[in-house]
């Protein structure tokens, strides 16, 4: 299975800060990964897919990049509702594979 | 709207068995491949199964493969998960997920069951 390594593992932020949270593949998977924000007790939400497509919906301060093995994602401003669990995936190959999340604080 | 409801979670002994079912409404079931991933407490998120919109074709995760089925009944628009030689490991929020239309990842999750193994 591909492994999806995530980095960093928690970050401190501050409302208005540039955050960007990065997503390595074990082998190449194409633009094939998307990128879900998660919040407590409840499901995750997607925000990013094919690497750098903006779910519907979602605030444009949110974009992802990246292709074959690495990809970032950036939030350009943070807010206070973006205080949150941040998870890539991976759906180049199955089964399917998480990252194992980055937590967002304050 | 899309709906995914999912049912069938409880305490369960190690070794033994467990049916979720996911009842899905709003969509056209049977166009769509469907997903469970889960999640234990307190922890990050696992991809389980997928199976394809006619039921055909299955994939698993290598922690759940061979002990877990996925099917489903597009007659009912149900998605089911059968977990066989339960472990402790095993215990998580057990999530039904949908893809987009068109598409890969996953846009639509139900609420989860919880599921847990413990004697």
């Known amino acids: 299975a591909i492994q999806m390594t995530q980095s960093p593992s928690s970050l401190s932020a501050s409302v208005g800060d540039r955050v960007t949270i990065t997503c390595r593949a074990s082998?190449?998977?194409?633009?094939?990964l998307g990128w879900y924000q998660q919040k407590p007790g409840k499901a995750p939400n997607l925000l990013i897919y094919?690497?750098?497509n903006l779910q519907n919906g979602v605030p444009s301060r949110f974009s992802g990049s990246g292709s074959g093995t690495d990809f970032t994602l950036t939030i350009s401003s943070l807010q206070p509702e973006d205080f949150a669990i941040y998870y890539c995936?991976?759906?180049?190959?199955?089964?399917?594979?998480f990252g194992q999340g980055t937590k967002v604080e304050i | 709207q899309v709906q995914l409801v999912e049912s069938g979670g409880g305490v369960v002994q190690p070794g033994m068995s467990l049916r979720l079912s996911c009842a899905a409404s709003?969509?056209?079931?049977?166009?769509?491949?469907m997903h469970w991933v889960r999640q234990p407490p307190g922890q990050g998120l696992y991809w389980v199964a997928v199976?394809?919109?006619?039921?055909?074709?299955?994939y698993y995760g290598d922690s759940v493969k061979g002990r877990f089925t996925i099917s489903r009944d597009n007659s009912k628009n149900i998605l089911f998960l059968q977990m066989n030689s339960l472990r402790p490991d095993d215990t998580a929020v057990y999530y039904c997920?949908?893809?987009?239309?068109?598409?890969?990842?996953?846009?639509?999750w139900g609420l989860g069951t919880l599921v847990t193994v413990s004697s």
């Open positions: 997920a949908r893809p987009p239309v068109g598409g890969d990842q996953i846009d639509n």
């Open positions: 709003g969509f056209t079931f049977n166009n769509y491949a």
């Open positions: 199976i394809s919109f006619d039921g055909t074709t299955q």
């Open positions: 082998q190449g998977i194409r633009n094939d």
């Open positions: 094919g690497a750098s």
């Open positions: 995936l991976q759906d180049f190959s199955y089964p399917w594979t």
